[in-house]
């Protein structure tokens, strides 16, 4: 992955298969039209302009398109741009797939799968164990291929499942040093946090929000299907309403977007569990592309900061 | 009402039945017991001390029993104080009963059920007919006696209800002026809109707040209802999703507990209808119990605002 | 009004007369003069660009004239424009004229001036009857045609006078739902209350800010001529206070422009019906755009929204 | 001063004439009438108890009403507490009056009156100079014995006229350091900023707001003021325009109350110098009253902080 | 512990010793002298009144004395208090200490001292490793006993150590996740950030903040240490940089108290593993003192939010 | 200076030598490479743009470059920009060097070196004179020569010396009207409050952050160099610790970089000196390149306001 179209550097000649994200027909200054595409593989993206396209061009250069392109990498206000020399739509014997040009999870499907079964086997409340299994059967396709995110952290295939694991993990140690947390508890809600995201996103490649996503978000969305999820099964009793309010508290904030605040332990530390496994992904990909000595470029989801990678990070990795 | 508690003046006796919506154990500085009531008719409350309470005191004047009291009104804090020289509870041949005591609607329960049967009976759209329609018929005992909240706005019996349709008349009215919106979705936005409430609030007398209402809200809960309710009643469709967006929305801003702002435009005026309407009333009734020139005491929900009552109104009303 | 220029779609050709808002010179990357000209008509604005432009289209393409141009509907940065192919002046014999040109209230100017003496018909109280009616008296001409704003909401000629005549109806409704409003005030509010932008803005065409606008605001700028006009009337009485005050206090809050919040029951409502009208005419003329189904652009003077067409609203209308 | 009620330690017996400021009645937790009195000298003010008050007490013992008391200086929940053992009101023959009482300023009267004739006879352009002179003769009396403010800073007689003629000596050596600083428009500018005050406020002895001051406040009051006296003297131009942009602004912000921010050189100006001295007049007041080494109580106007006083400071002065 | 004063139930008596926290004189009502008393064991503390006080009392209960009491645990504002009813000094054969009456880590200072060295040991980069030893060795005593601020979160003897340990051991978990971490930054963040607090907090009984504590915050105070350190180390080097950043960043905001915001990785993990152990602690003891089914009290460090013991835990645990 | 670059409106011809403050590459719409220059001289900067730029331009055409060029303003984006014709680099005999195109304070070194030493000649606590004298020594040439900022005020040579000596005059005034103020104190504070500026900026010539400055910014790094230096110097006492105290507290609130607010009387002053002397700098530049009756452009540093010259100004300066 390293030397994906993310890793290129300024002057750097490219020659490779990419995937088209999103095409855009501008003007230029003299009034002759261009494409902008936003280019990517499973390394990162990269925009591109394709001067004096052609009406042909426009219509087969679409989202989702997989090209054959050279061009060299510029700079254009402060970011990566690659200007296109030549370009060509993929033909069968090209033998590249879309799932090539996607970010995808650093652990396979099958481990992931694995890691969210042991989680609901340790659980010894029945209740909550029967309503988490329930959502990992219904959602077991989805929860496995979907990103956490369109942008900003986790935004590649089996995104939500990694985040969702990473986050196990960081809940077993903590339950082992604050002993009285309740783990079934904190486990269901780490599970089930984000399982809204499958109806908010729209799927795998070229993510985009769904009506329904924009209406509601995927926290009200979650909580109704905690609601029908348990009818269904015919569960009742406080269990169902902690886990609704795990799930809704889980922003932290009503500017967050949680109406309510987290009042009960287990969902204060899962606010905070998802801060920290958000953000060191965020920053682990941004600090990726920086040499030691070196700032990242702003992240926007972290309040806009420029990252320092220290000089010393080289004697020592 | 105008001779009820809440527009007695400071010096005043008063000899009557009230009824403890609260009371509280304290000790005095010299270490002797008292007991603090909050007692109520329906014009207001006041808040009494009972010196040297004993311990039969304590075990019989408990809330949502009638008294006899009679005492003089004193001040203070700046607020009014009942000082009890005389207390008994009620017996039966008193012919007193606690529905007497509760603030009510200046409209019948009879009057407003059929105000809201004629605004469902006006709607077009069948899918938003019949869920009205449901909820109306679900939670029908409850909309016609709750309240519309523990205190600050409509906080009396059937406060609910009538809140609803004081707002369907103003919506009604804005549809002619505005022929552009969509009644239906206004009207069914405005009856749904705190259907949530009577799972959020204990009931009508000594009210609070539920452990559901506590952890989730009116809004979450009503918003996972209507899900349920489309569900059992098989109708589907992006009006059940726009309803639950009117709901979800109707405090307008993530701040005030909406996670998601108003995007469709009926949600935009449910949201400003519901505040004209719980402003007008918090400040009717404030308003009532000063005189022209007088200034009425800080209302907390209107940003602790002391608003003014002129003294040409005096000449005019 | 439908085939006006801001209901064209993309890569339609448009044949016609239109009105030079704005011109600015502006130079390509290869160092040629060109213009970019915001061009109106009743339908709304779009920017278009003037390729190879001479000294003389800079000195003859100037705001206020009318000119007659072919042109292209292309998209730019999610933006309408309109690539001109060509373009001319008008000349006597085209028969337009610039108020052909700019929006337009939906009533015209007699309607608009019988609503508001049939309003000031109905005061009881003298004073605030004769007050009010000096100032229509004084600002008849101006309050007839002058728009409310320079953009936003009734950014159109009469759109003053439309505002407040559609605010008086809401106000004469609500009046009756609450009948202890006092109507005079709240009449004397709503006519009052955006007097002064006829001193704030520079007029109906190009409309700009002018220096005591920017330096003072239509706010303080009214309560001053309040101020004078009673002087002049020589009325005395707290009635005049209190209209300074609705008109000082109708933002709402210090940070929205009012130094005081509104602390008489009139002057908040006064505050509500104001953001009401203004809501729904950005709303109405933003949904007027779009198809059933789509979204509006961001609305930014309402927390940049976007809003929603709802499908349904289709097969009713 | 110094053995002024405000000097008095804890412990410490005070014998002497105070001014009543304050007089509420309450009852004890065991029934009985008492009257909290706020009680003042030049120096400051104490709260003081009076048990076991009679009807007579709470008759006489009223505002603005010289009493001869004795008593012990306690402390009650962090703040001196005048206890009284014995009260009296005065007679002709104690030979003593309310101006005696109150705090005022360093400086005598004919002295302020110089300093503001000073100043204006240094003002070259004509236009500001009339309209300012205008002010001070129309309003000399109240200039010269209003407080600046009911509390928190130049809450004493003269005290309007001693902030301005502080300002004024800053102003002076300001414009020496900046030059290009408009002399005129500064002075005139801290002249008037705050005569709106006379009309906020009720007097000299038992300060509160009008009515006018708070449905107005005194920014723009005087905003007005200026525009009728310019109307008066036949002054025309943007002299008086920016005068009363400088009044607006002074407060700096929105939020403070200036719905416009300065927007002039000498507006910005004046914002800052305005602080300064209300801010040193504060601190001085706050410190004076603790010893080096010592932190002053937490003062409210100030983000409540409580400021130290060095313990080196000792050695020096 | 679970004995001890804060878990003591309403109406229940007590008999035994206590440390007094705080002692402050006041007067009832009536005019006679009372204390109140804030005492203490090491389950927590309790508000106490003396009434009828003798000068003799003043002057001996005061902080840092032990006392045998005797009284009544009552209910004031929501608040336990204890009604004394007999109070005497200890007498050395009474054979307690102060020691006995202040909460304490659940780990030995032996066990925390190892847990410090074995963090130095992991550590690979010589410089940091120096740089932190000789910060354990020069503070070693007071780190061991230092609470770890006066109230909220490990506000007990060795409060500071086991915080420390704490996020040492979350540190070393999320090392393992994240191993792209630079530990040894990590480990030394950990260690160092709350070592200011020696010297801004006062010691481990009755502990206030220091002259320095208030005038600087253990944060600069901190940075200003490690460079005097390196400085007498002969340490130089981006390391110490490195270490400044993010002792000088870890509390995440300028608001909360850091000029600079986290910029490095560690030091944004720093803040969240701060965050983590701050609050779980606060939780812990919250939450034991409650029922399950009950609310804590409310939590002023955590946003006064009340939090919930569920009533399943009842069941499992 | 006023025929500098900052000085020339559009249209103009320009030609004579320039400094590059910053060089950057870009690729027109065409594909064709261009160079975007900030080009200075001492009156202020402009951007030009190198059309059709050469490898060897790219090369050359670096920072702190002087360059002879020819060319004419014309606007772009409402900022002038300066389009080439011509441009080369100086030679050994055009007799230009760096200096001579950087602003430079309007008082010359050697005057700021004496105002300094009258100020420390003027201190009477000698613990306070020997440490401020210290830093002057320490640091005499780059306090002489530095900016006082990267942009925004004093943002030329000797721009902190002058910052400092300007605040000086002001403090003296201020302490003849306050003369309760410790001068020492408030000297000291003005002197040093800036002095980390010089570890944080890189130099005179295109002025950057230090990566020290990014990571801990000036008010940490010197309340560290004042314990560094006491420390050196044997100086203890309060002195030290209220002297960091200034300069910590400066900003006035933690959200504007001091984590502690101004708790000491001088403390408050300083940062209200500052506050002035940096906004009238700000101020007297901008409006310095307006004409009566125009706006200047928006400052950023002022809240993003464009400032107002009043038209009666012409006549009388």
Same mark, same amino acid.
């Given at each position: 992955?390293?030397?994906?179209?993310?890793?290129?550097?300024?002057?750097?000649?490219?020659?490779?298969?990419?995937?088209?994200?999103?095409?855009?027909? !501008?003007?230029?200054?003299?009034? $002759?039209?261009? @494409?902008?595409?936003? %280019?990517?593989? &499973?390394?990162? #993206?990269? *925009?591109?302009?394709?001067?004096?396209?052609?009406?042909?061009?426009?219509?087969?250069?679409?989202?989702?398109?997989?090209?054959?392109?050279?061009?060299?990498?510029?700079?254009?206000?402060?970011?990566?741009?690659?200007?296109?020399?030549?370009?060509?739509?993929?033909?069968?014997?090209?033998?590249?797939?879309?799932?090539?040009?996607? !970010?995808?999870?650093?652990?396979? $499907?099958?481990? @992931?799968?694995?890691? %969210?079964?042991? &989680?609901?086997? #340790?659980? *010894?409340?029945?209740?909550?164990?029967?309503?988490?299994?329930?959502?990992?059967?219904?959602?077991?396709?989805?929860?496995?291929?979907?990103?956490?995110?369109?942008?900003?952290?986790?935004?590649?295939?089996?995104?939500?499942?990694?985040?969702?694991?990473?986050?196990?993990?960081?809940?077993?140690?903590?339950?082992?040093?604050?002993?009285?947390?309740?783990?079934?508890?904190?486990?269901?809600?780490?599970?089930?946090?984000?399982?809204?995201?499958?109806?908010?996103?729209?799927?795998?490649?070229?993510?985009?929000?769904?009506?329904?996503?924009?209406?509601?978000?995927?926290?009200?969305?979650?909580?109704?299907?905690?609601?029908?999820?348990?009818?269904?099964?015919?569960?009742?009793?406080?269990?169902?309403?902690?886990?609704?309010?795990?799930?809704?508290?889980?922003?932290?904030?009503?500017?967050?977007?949680?109406?309510?605040?987290?009042?009960?332990?287990?969902?204060?530390?899962?606010?905070?569990?998802?801060?920290?496994?958000?953000?060191?992904?965020?920053?682990?990909?941004?600090?990726?592309?920086?040499?030691?000595?070196?700032?990242?470029?702003?992240?926007?989801?972290?309040?806009?900061?420029?990252?320092?990678?220290?000089?010393?990070?080289?004697?020592?990795?």
């Amino acid at each position: 992955m390293k030397n994906g179209i993310a890793f290129r550097t300024i002057g750097e000649e490219f020659d490779g298969f990419l995937l088209i994200k999103e095409s855009t027909r !501008g003007t230029t200054s003299n009034g $002759k039209p261009f @494409l902008t595409l936003i %280019l990517r593989d &499973a390394s990162g #993206e990269i *925009e591109a302009k394709l001067w004096d396209a052609t009406k042909d061009d426009e219509e087969t250069l679409i989202p989702e398109q997989i090209i054959q392109v050279s061009g060299e990498i510029n700079q254009f206000r402060g970011k990566h741009q690659l200007k296109i020399l030549s370009i060509r739509l993929t033909q069968p014997m090209d033998n590249v797939q879309v799932t090539d040009f996607l !970010g995808k999870a650093p652990m396979e $499907k099958e481990e @992931l799968a694995e890691k %969210l079964t042991e &989680a609901i086997f #340790e659980m *010894e409340n029945p209740k909550i164990q029967r309503l988490v299994r329930a959502f990992i059967k219904k959602y077991q396709e989805e929860l496995l291929t979907y990103p956490a995110a369109t942008k900003n952290h986790h935004e590649f295939a089996s995104g939500l499942a990694y985040h969702v694991v990473s986050m196990l993990a960081i809940g077993k140690e903590l339950h082992k040093l604050y002993p009285e947390i309740n783990k079934d508890l904190l486990y269901a809600g780490i599970i089930l946090h984000d399982i809204g995201k499958i109806k908010e996103l729209s799927g795998v490649v070229s993510t985009t929000y769904t009506l329904e996503g924009k209406m509601l978000g995927h926290i009200p969305m979650m909580v109704e299907e905690i609601g029908l999820m348990a009818n269904e099964l015919q569960i009742e009793g406080e269990e169902v309403l902690i886990l609704k309010h795990l799930v809704l508290s889980h922003h932290g904030k009503a500017e967050w977007g949680s109406p309510t605040p987290p009042l009960v332990r287990e969902a204060e530390l899962l606010h905070l569990i998802d801060l920290i496994d958000a953000k060191m992904n965020m920053l682990g990909r941004a600090l990726e592309k920086v040499q030691p000595g070196e700032f990242t470029e702003r992240l926007f989801a972290m309040d806009n900061r420029a990252f320092y990678k220290p000089n010393f990070e080289e004697n020592e990795g």
